[in-house]
């Protein structure tokens, strides 16, 4: 069982449709990261949390640390919004620098 | 630009050659992380350094991975006897320390195809 699984793998939505990405992790962390892909691999950050709720723009990140799950959402979603979504924790204990990621999802939205 | 710059972007080579992958991070960050991505997977861990010393090797796959940063800035990740299975998207990210709260900021990675 990898430490890091998300779902869906694939998501297809059309414009403006509400999505939700999923995150679950089975080790405890210090913080947890909302990154984005596009096709040439380049990667952006959206968000780093370790609790509650952030908001930038359109997407939102909710972390339930007793769970140990996070949600990644999009409202009025633009097909420039397709790409890779890739969470990724920073462990508590062992090595706490380093990131370890999901497999991402791939988000498609159509016109 | 401000960001993380790797160079190559992309990178043919031949199975049993040796290559060098450079990563310049951001200036000031004294954190610098090497991590590789297989097709349709999700990046992972190999190394990551705290200036000029390697913090945390136990991602390199085996000894035809080493990589260094001498002066605590630009960083090159070497692969000796590269073989087919190499081949990946080799990231690299830097952050202003070590510590949980500092972000990683990921350069556009080198696309390394072993033939």
């Known amino acids: 069982k990898n430490e890091v699984e998300q779902s869906p793998q694939n998501l297809t939505a059309q414009e403006g449709e509400f999505i939700t990405i999923n995150c679950s992790y089975s080790v405890g962390i210090s913080a947890l990261h909302w990154l984005q892909q596009h096709p040439g691999g380049g990667i952006v950050s959206l968000f780093m949390?370790?609790?509650g709720k952030k908001k930038h723009g359109r997407l939102i990140a909710t972390i339930n640390i007793q769970e140990k799950h996070s949600s990644l959402h999009i409202t009025a979603s633009h097909p420039r919004d397709s790409a890779v979504y890739i969470c990724a924790v920073r462990a508590n204990t062992g090595t706490a620098s380093k990131l370890t990621f999901g497999t991402g999802t791939r988000l498609q939205v159509t016109l | 630009g401000a960001g993380v710059s790797q160079t190559p972007s992309n990178k043919v080579t031949e199975k049993g050659k040796y290559v060098e992958l450079r990563c310049d991070p951001i200036?000031?960050?004294?954190?610098l992380y090497w991590y590789r991505q297989s097709l349709g997977q999700g990046p992972e861990f190999l190394i990551y350094?705290?200036?000029?010393?390697?913090?945390?090797d136990s991602g390199l796959p085996n000894d035809r991975f080493f990589a260094v940063r001498p002066e605590g800035s630009v960083s090159t990740l070497k692969i000796q006897r590269t073989e087919r299975g190499d081949s990946a998207v080799y990231l690299c990210a830097s952050s202003l320390g070590l510590a949980s709260y500092n972000e990683q900021f990921f350069g556009p990675g080198t696309r390394l195809t072993v033939l």
């Open positions: 949390l370790s609790s």
């Open positions: 200036s000031g960050h004294t954190a």
């Open positions: 350094f705290q200036g000029t010393g390697a913090a945390d």
